[in-house]
């Protein structure tokens, strides 16, 4: 991905203590034998492709990670040198991706999406609940990803979420985390929490900035459990110079799908109590979801389709 030569940090003597920080690696999916050809073995699934392990880092509760890719631990503390990673990723369709370079698209394997674009100002937030749907009642080893998003429409590099995964972060179950893809090559995620079905899941996305900030440089995604009040949060993360102009009020992605029980058997999932704010975080009075689909050619044929409101967004599988 093309990256933008971040500001140097200042560190005022007695303010904090610089030292070496081991940031834990997240522990993915590895992915099968039916990934693309073009993935080495050992690569695992992520919202954002195939990645080498050691390239998909976990930001504990209460540390941030910096614009220059450095992780400050929530008692003050900065890790001496960014966590950078060495190897290409792949896109779902098993594109290269090569650390540095800018990619061919980000495609996430993505099914469907309600959509909101603004070409003439950035979104300032974005909240939403949406319920854990049931088991697959079959196992192909696939992944589900459900979530709300944001991207910068003009040039898609990054993107932010808090996620709903299947077979993703805990085997065979449910989990949540939040994500941010992908500052030098790195995908980082918060520490994942294991949800239930019928759990009520709050995703909520916003800037640090103040008010009327056009391209905001950090922003909270918060991914809460309702039901459980257990949360997972990557707090003040960077924006890589993104201005977020497309808000995803619900998207469906996913991974190794052979049949359509490999889906939930409850047929969809609904984004409800939508709320989208401009910059000044102002509630829009109605974004205008649009209706993406990507699923055409696609085997198999599941009932793929989608409604939605202005409050609502309803993807169906």
């Not at 003597?13 to 993915?28: D, E, K, N, P, Y």
């Not at 960014?82 to 098993?94: F, I, K, L």
């Not at 102009?245 to 609904?270: F, H, R």
Request: overall charge negative.
């Amino acid at each position: 991905m093309k990256r933008r030569v971040a500001t140097p940090l200042m560190i005022l003597a007695g303010s904090f203590v610089l030292v070496i920080v081991t940031v834990s690696a997240s522990a993915q999916k590895v992915a099968g034998t039916n990934r693309p050809a073009t993935v080495p073995n050992g690569y695992v699934v992520t919202p954002f492709g195939y990645f080498q392990p050691s390239c998909v880092r976990g930001v504990a509760s209460g540390d941030t990670v910096l614009a220059d890719g450095r992780v400050q631990l929530a008692n003050g503390s900065i890790e001496a040198q960014a966590v950078s990673c060495a190897y290409p990723h792949y896109t779902a369709r098993g594109e290269i991706v090569i650390p540095g370079l800018k990619p061919p698209s980000i495609s996430h394997s993505w099914i469907e999406s309600g959509n909101s674009i603004n070409t003439t100002s950035s979104f300032g937030g974005l909240t939403t609940n949406w319920t854990v749907p049931p088991a697959p009642t079959s196992d192909d080893g696939q992944t589900v990803y459900l979530f709300p998003g944001m991207e910068d429409y003009a040039t898609v590099e990054s993107i932010i979420q808090p996620v709903l995964g299947w077979n993703s972060e805990f085997t065979n179950s449910w989990g949540i985390a939040s994500w941010n893809c992908c500052i030098e090559g790195v995908t980082w995620e918060s520490s994942p929490v294991p949800v239930s079905a019928g759990d009520i899941i709050f995703g909520k996305i916003k800037i640090t900035c103040k008010k009327g900030t056009e391209s905001c440089a950090t922003w909270n995604i918060i991914t809460i459990d309702q039901t459980t009040q257990q949360n997972t949060i990557l707090g003040s993360t960077p924006s890589e110079g993104q201005t977020f102009t497309w808000a995803q009020g619900g998207a469906l992605e996913v991974y190794g799908i052979e049949k359509c029980s490999d889906y939930p058997p409850s047929g969809s999932t609904t984004f409800s109590n939508l709320a989208l704010y401009d910059n000044n975080f102002k509630e829009y009075s109605n974004p205008g979801w649009i209706f993406f689909d990507y699923y055409t050619g696609l085997t198999p044929q599941c009932n793929y389709g989608g409604t939605m409101d202005v409050k609502t967004v309803t993807l169906n599988y």
